[in-house]
């Protein structure tokens, strides 16, 4: 008599999982080709909410702001990696998320540029966007409706940041890392949606991850740290970010490593651009870093202000005169703590702005 043999469906696919992981394994060995196999899926929802945020002393300011917060979550990444989007438009204009910095290989309608790839995504309605992360480095992602409003001056963008397969020796050392995300406000406009940016308007605040000084954050470190900053310029101005009492060197221009990196004071960090620079921390004190375009120091002419932080190294005593003596600090103001969490989508609550109500949210 033959026995019948059953085996249970949950170790068939078990088995069938092994076998599949030691072939894949096999085959990096053999090829030394580890992309593919090591892709990962990553599936995020992003919304697009109408809040208003508090740029400035006097600036409360409407935005655009994906996950109801500017800037927008920290969304990280390793090569290779698969992504999906979904995002959803909770606001009452269209809008699009272009991935700025990948590529599209191959996936072209991914892109998110209005009547170029795709139609703008109404109020009210989804879309998913689906694309691998074929370049590493220092990303991001922001609108392409209307951008000179919607990206310009109402907050439509956030940081995205793909660690490479391959670090060089400097990037293993980073102990600290922060993200700078430049841009530029318009008090004329800052509760009227669907206005502004445009050639003759001019802009009268100025900010780092879309606050300025005093609302801006200091920087802690200790001797010893080695900082890596990521510069973004999510706005339509350059900034000259001015470091104080360090050298900052430039390893990456808008994500790609240079051959020759080197050191600057000042980084000039214009619209779309990103600059990675490293600096050893060895010069204990309080140092400022600002934008030396002087007018970017100013909230709507008043001194002082615009994107302004301050290295504070740990043991320097405050005086009572310090400007940041009383400062409730934030650690994870330039993301510096979602970035020694790993991989995935980093909201930030203090960067949430309060829910602009229906029957409100027009001039
Ligand atoms: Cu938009």
């Not at 397969?165 to 008090?187: F, G, H, R, Y």
Request: glycine letters at 8%; a neutral charge.
């Amino acid at each position: 008599m033959i026995r019948k043999m059953t085996i249970p469906i949950n170790t068939l696919r078990a088995s069938t999982v092994a076998r599949n992981l030691i072939n894949t394994l096999t085959f990096c060995f053999l090829t030394g080709v580890y992309t593919s196999s090591w892709a990962e899926q990553r599936e995020f929802n992003l919304s697009i909410d109408e809040v208003s945020i508090e740029a400035a002393p006097g600036l409360t300011n409407k935005v655009f702001a994906f996950n109801g917060q500017v800037p927008g979550p920290l969304i990280r990444l390793k090569e290779g990696d698969d992504v999906m989007v979904h995002v959803a438009n909770n606001t009452t204009l269209p809008h699009t998320v272009h991935w700025h910095g990948v590529n599209q290989t191959g996936s072209w309608q991914q892109d998110g540029v209005p009547s170029i790839t795709q139609e703008a995504i109404q109020p009210g309605e989804s879309y998913t966007y689906k694309f691998n992360v074929d370049r590493p480095g220092s990303l991001w992602y922001h609108c392409h409706v209307n951008v000179w409003e919607h990206v310009a001056i109402r907050g439509m963008w956030g940081p995205m940041i793909v660690d490479p397969k391959n670090p060089s020796a400097l990037e293993k050392e980073v102990t600290l890392d922060a993200i700078l995300m430049m841009s530029t406000w318009q008090s004329p406009y800052a509760n009227v949606y669907g206005k502004g940016g445009n050639p003759q308007d001019v802009s009268d605040y100025f900010s780092v991850n879309a606050r300025s000084f005093p609302f801006t954050q200091p920087i802690r470190v200790k001797k010893g740290d080695v900082l890596r900053m990521r510069f973004i310029g999510a706005g339509d101005e350059t900034h000259q970010m001015h470091m104080h009492g360090h050298d900052m060197l430039i390893t990456h221009k808008d994500g790609y490593p240079l051959t020759s990196p080197y050191y600057v004071d000042t980084v000039p960090v214009g619209p779309g651009e990103r600059y990675d620079v490293i600096v050893k921390m060895n010069n204990p004190g309080l140092f400022i870093m600002h934008d030396h375009v002087d007018k970017h120091m100013t909230n709507n002419g008043a001194s002082m202000g615009g994107p302004v932080t301050v290295f504070e190294y740990e043991g320097i005593k405050m005086n009572d005169w310090y400007a940041w003596k009383s400062k409730v600090y934030d650690p994870n103001f330039f993301y510096s703590v979602s970035l020694t969490q790993g991989y995935g989508l980093f909201n930030s609550a203090p960067f949430m702005g309060k829910i602009v109500e229906q029957g409100k949210r027009r001039r």
